[in-house]
């Protein structure tokens, strides 16, 4: 079985669905600063988003600074996790490790639970756990979860 380390075409648009793509510096619920599909900070230089920056060109280019943003998520979920997971679970979690952070993930209940092959509604509950903005549960952020979860069981 070959190794999962990349997002396929369904899991860029899995995140790009929950994330959209807006050319132009917006702020997120939460209020941070944030600018083609979800970046919170330039791939190829680090820096912040800021609300004066200038806008992406194209949906081309922040599809390809996406894809930059990307893979340090993707490495994450791959040098974490069991190297048996397949494409749409790979996706599934590097959908999560993009929007809870690197950190986040690799402390985390999905994380610990994929590893140790639970399924079922004790992994469903992990996700879960990941339902809040700002410190309040967010709708949004709950039917991600949800969709995440059922990425990873199809």
């Known amino acids: 079985m070959k190794e ?17 793509c807006v050319l132009h510096p917006y702020k997120d619920s939460v209020g941070i600063p944030t600018i083609g599909i979800g970046m919170t900070y330039y791939p190829e230089t680090g820096k912040k988003v800021t609300m004066q920056d200038k806008p992406l060109a ?24 069991r190297h048996d997971i397949n494409q749409h679970q790979f996706n599934a979690l590097v959908s999560l490790a993009y929007n809870i952070g690197t950190a986040g993930f690799k402390g985390s209940t999905v994380q610990r639970l994929v590893n140790a092959r639970v399924t079922g509604d004790q992994l469903k509950e992990a996700f879960l756990m990941w339902t809040k ?17 059922n990425t990873y069981i199809a």
């Open 58 to 81: 194209s949906v081309d280019e922040a599809y390809r600074q996406f894809l930059l943003l990307a893979r340090p998520y993707e490495l994450a979920v791959y040098s974490t996790t």
């Open 133 to 149: 903005a700002g410190g309040k549960v967010n709708l949004t952020l709950k039917a991600r979860r949800v969709k995440e979860y």
């Open 4 to 20: 999962i380390t990349q997002l396929d075409d369904a899991g860029i648009k899995l995140i790009a669905d929950f994330e959209g």
